[in-house]
């Protein structure tokens, strides 16, 4: 069921390269404390883009 999906960032894996956020299109990503975090959930769409472009597999869509 799509509702109960969310995107989960393991901050001790992302290096804060920020691909995810330049990548999201909505904007629901942001910096905090030198890792990506979901700032504005209910913005995100589910649509992968973040997981596909993480070159070190820190975020999941669950």
Known sequence: MTDS??????????TGCSIC???????ALEMENGV??????????????????CPVSAITIE
């Open 5 to 14: 999906k969310k995107v989960k960032i393991d901050a001790d894996v992302c």
């Open 21 to 27: 956020i330049d990548e999201c299109p909505t904007g």
């Open 36 to 53: 990506s975090v979901l700032a504005r959930p209910g913005d995100c769409t589910l649509c992968g883009n973040c997981e596909d472009v």
